[in-house]
């Protein structure tokens, strides 16, 4: 062990079996979320669902999974429940099972909402395990978490490309394997929360000098520009993961499963970009992997509707490495911001994106029924520029141009 290891304290350093572990759990946790819009085409063919009612449903996910973490991560941040990531899989078990037999509009309703409620268990005390992991390293830490679930939420498509769409809907209790497997997983990974929960009482919670000097009402301000950051973000990228597929069958003539292929490949850039954003951040600055995340995907989503097949997919791939970069930079700076309410800022953020993804796909798809899909695009592209209130985030961070990797 080199001597620049030894000294770095036990508690800022990164345990990456712990992120490792949560990460793999992430992924099949969102890869079991990810079927949900992924099977949209069958379930609209097989029953003849309208786009607004596609929405419906995406909107009911979404929303279980939302409005629950604010309130579960502040109940984990006085109260820390090691092992309620595994009882989240517990929920999205019984979800995935019910969603296979689903013979109607109503029980397919109710058997997304209960993968919602687990996802809602599930992601505010996961964040905040990552974080304890990752150390000095919180921005890295947090990508590697939700590098996880992005990951997953890339296999989705693939897997009702290669699986739900050739064999139909009885075939997504397949995924329950998955929710087992994650659950059996983070078992250990509670047991060893459990054992740092004593630290947790006795650790003093270190406030960013920068952030002390900010008033009360300007901490709040920073809070609510990075809830608007975060509603540009997800609100396109709701109509990027539940219309894309549409977007492409109805312009280009493709089939369900090269759309599919196509939505696999975006969010794929999705997943890279994100455990990117997560190392620049803790390296240059979080506020400006923010502006070049949002900011710097405008153009090429501006661009997106009006070009050819084969550039469509190269415009939607480099979109989904640039806009996904900016989560963990945004999650890391809330909870520099409320450094003793970790748990409740990332259920918060983890509630906004699931949230505003439900409230926007159900939009679009209200929009789409009444216009169409390619104008639901046109509109949507839109939003990447709402990046620019990113200039009013106060400087919380110190320069970092000489920081040196550790």
């Not at 996904?324 to 930079?329: D, G």
């Amino acid at each position: 062990m080199d001597k620049s290891t030894e000294r770095i304290p036990i508690e800022e350093r990164t345990i990456f079996s712990i992120l490792l572990t949560i990460s793999f759990a992430h992924l099949l946790n969102d890869m079991m979320q990810s079927i949900i819009p992924s099977i949209y085409p069958v379930i609209k063919d097989k029953y003849g669902f309208t786009f607004g009612q596609i929405g419906i449903i995406t909107l009911v996910f979404q929303m279980t999974s939302s409005i629950l973490q604010p309130f579960v991560g502040r109940y984990a941040d006085k109260h820390p429940q090691p092992f309620s990531l595994s009882i989240g899989m517990v929920f999205t078990l019984a979800g995935i099972i019910l969603l296979s037999f689903a013979d109607n509009y109503g029980l397919i309703l109710l058997a997304v909402g209960v993968i919602g409620c687990g996802s809602s268990i599930f992601h505010p005390e996961a964040s905040r395990i990552a974080q304890m992991a990752g150390g000095n390293k919180r921005g890295l830490a947090q990508s590697i978490f939700q590098v996880g679930g992005n990951g997953g939420s890339a296999l989705g498509p693939l897997l009702a490309a290669v699986i739900i769409i050739p064999f139909g809907q009885h075939s997504i209790i397949w995924a329950s394997i998955a929710a087992l497997i994650a659950g059996m997983t983070l078992l250990p990974v509670g047991r060893w929360y459990r054992s740092q929960l004593h630290k947790l009482k006795t650790k003093t919670v270190r406030v960013n000098p920068a952030v002390a000097a900010l008033s009360s009402r300007r901490i709040h301000w920073a809070i609510f520009i990075l809830c608007v950051l975060t509603f540009s973000k997800y609100f396109y990228m709701a109509s990027m993961t539940s219309y894309f597929t549409f977007f492409l069958i109805n312009k280009f003539g493709v089939d369900i499963q090269t759309s599919q292929l196509c939505l696999f490949g975006f969010m794929g850039a999705v997943a890279i970009g994100t455990i990117l954003g997560g190392s620049i951040g803790d390296r240059y600055g979080r506020k400006y992997v923010i502006w070049g995340s949002i900011m710097g995907a405008a153009p090429f989503a501006l661009a997106l509707p009006y070009v050819g097949f084969t550039l469509t997919v190269i415009l939607a791939v480099i979109i989904g490495l640039v806009i996904s970069s900016a989560f963990s930079a945004i999650l890391v700076y809330a909870t520099e911001l409320k450094p003793d309410k970790v748990g409740m800022m990332a259920g918060l953020f983890f509630g906004l994106n699931f949230g505003l993804g439900g409230i926007g796909s159900a939009f679009f798809g209200w929009l789409a029924d009444r216009t169409s899909i390619e104008f639901i695009f046109k509109v949507s592209t839109l939003l990447p520029l709402l990046g620019i209130v990113t200039a009013f985030l106060p400087n919380i961070e110190p320069r970092r141009r000489s920081l040196k990797w550790k």
